[in-house]
């Protein structure tokens, strides 16, 4: 979460609520001021307390609007129903919540058979709070897995400059040396001759993401596994991969089941996903598989107490909400694979469409077209310098949708990108409406070449 910073009381905040939100005592309400630093001396009612707190919250962005997301901003009311009557139970009190654990189990198998695990019996597999505990959990694996090799030198891990932050934090926290492939030109992430060409015997795995953060492309983990393969072959270096599928591991199950990337694959060790992504359920619950007890090292594992039984743990954290977990049992249950289908290749026509007709607008150039995660990435043609994609995303804003504009990572931080992550209830209505505010901005924006300044605050 951002780390905050202490900051002094405003002298002059004057506080004061609306007189009826404090129930029969408007003199209470002339009283009241909200607590920014230190909590106040008296209590307040429960609902002048709930009203002042939603006031607040007025100021965050519509949810449904924001396109920037890839986590779940919709569910159903059932499910919200579900959820609420288990935000009570802790995942960790395997005693006395022995079905959210039940529930939990027949998650993590239902996922394994999903990534087409060759031993359904031999798996390991865990929730977590999302992909990025999930890959922590797989990193610290592969770590502990070379360090038992007895090799000299420092640990490293190969992945593309494209990676999510927290394949970073985990080579920080966990003093991994990060072999990050920069991108080139027009490639976006990483390939398999950019994979091996920096692997070594102190290369703890690959990391191949299904699909990437920046543009929603798939990278190519079939011809990485392959390309490990061959160097297995000339030098000895047995290297894992893990597949980071923190959206795709939901999605290409569904649409692409052509697509070799999963436990299909010998060379993959491990893969993620994030529950609250294409998982389908609101944040955070995520998960992680090992194809294999040999790939996740037993002295990494905990066992708690568990009806007077041990049960094996592994996870950063120890309390943890049980609602999510229920949550997705409950999109399995619901769903099945023809739902999930149906909803996964809705959201994809949706943003191919899209992005179809983002193009056919004239001044921009498509990057991705949403044909493999549902999310799609463009930039202003290389002749448009009336306006950029800060100057878009502001405009569209005004209008209530949040479409990040960013510039994408070393070697290409030239590439300045617009993104739209098209999610579950972000229906083809929904998109004209923002195509029709596209159309409508651009004879404002295109008023002329901008000033340029070379002073930037
Ligand atoms: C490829 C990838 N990995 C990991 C993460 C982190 O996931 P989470 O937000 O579930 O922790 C993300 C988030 O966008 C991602 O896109």
């Known amino acids: 979460m951002v780390l ?16 009826l939100h404090a129930g029969a005592y408007p003199a209470l309400a002339a009283r009241i001021r909200l607590p920014h630093d230190s909590l106040a001396e008296e209590p307040l009612p429960p609902d002048t307390a709930l009203q002042l707190v939603r006031d607040e919250l007025m100021l ?22 579900l959820m609420a009557e288990c935000v009570d139970k802790n995942m960790i009190d395997k005693d006395e919540y022995p079905q959210t654990a039940e529930l939990e189990r027949r998650c993590v198998n239902i996922l394994a058979d999903l990534w087409h695990a ?68 027009d490639r976006f992430h990483l390939t398999a001759d950019e994979a091996i060409a920096r692997c070594d015997e102190n290369t703890i795995g690959v990391v191949a993401i299904l699909g990437s953060t920046f543009d929603g492309s798939y990278e190519p983990v079939a011809e990485i596994a392959a390309a490990l393969d061959g ?37 993959v060790a491990s893969i993620n996903t994030s529950g609250h992504k ?110 950029d994609v800060f100057d878009v995303s502001r405009r569209l804003r005004e209008r209530g949708w949040l479409v990040p504009a960013y510039t994408f990572p070393e070697n290409r931080t030239d590439l300045a990108v617009l993104r739209i992550v098209v999610r579950n209830g972000f229906t083809h209505d929904l998109a004209d409406l923002l195509l029709a505010d596209l159309r409508r901005l651009l004879p404002e924006l295109d008023h002329g070449p901008r000033p340029r300044t070379a002073f930037h605050h």
Not at 136 to 150: E, N, P, T
Not at 160 to 170: D, H, L, R, Y
């Open 4 to 19: 905050h910073k202490g900051k002094a009381t405003d002298p002059d905040r004057k506080g004061g609520a609306n007189p």
């Open 60 to 81: 965050d962005g519509n949810a449904r609007l924001n396109l920037a997301t890839f986590v779940t901003t919709w569910m159903e009311p059932q499910a919200r129903e």
């Open 118 to 185: 060759p031993d359904p019996l031999a798996i390991m597999g865990c929730s977590t709070t999302g992909s990025s505990e999930a890959c922590m959990l797989a990193g610290m694996a592969l770590k502990r897995r070379w360090s038992k090799l007895g090799r000299a030198g420092k640990p490293n891990l190969v992945m593309g400059a494209n990676v999510q932050v927290c394949w970073e934090k985990f080579c920080e926290y966990w003093e991994v040396e990060p072999r990050l492939v920069p991108m080139d030109g």
């Open 231 to 267: 160097l297995q072959e000339r030098s000895g270096w047995d290297i894992p991969v893990h597949v980071d599928g923190a959206s795709g591991a939901m999605i290409a199950p569904f649409l692409d089941p052509e697509l070799v990337w999963d436990f299909r694959l010998p060379r």
């Open 278 to 387: 294409y998982g389908l359920v609101y944040p955070g619950v995520g998960w992680v598989v090992w194809r294999a007890k040999e790939a996740l090292p037993e002295e990494l594992v905990f066992n708690v107490n568990y009806l007077g039984g041990d049960m094996p743990t592994f996870a950063l954290n120890f309390s943890r909400p049980g609602a999510e977990v229920a949550a997705q049992y409950y999109t399995f249950v619901r769903l099945g694979r023809e739902g999930f289908r149906a909803v996964q290749q809705a959201s994809r026509d949706v943003a191919t469409q899209l992005a179809d007709g983002i193009a056919e607008l004239g001044p921009f150039e498509l990057l991705t077209r949403g044909d493999e995660l549902p999310v799609f990435a463009f930039t202003t043609k290389a002749d448009v310098d009336s306006f």
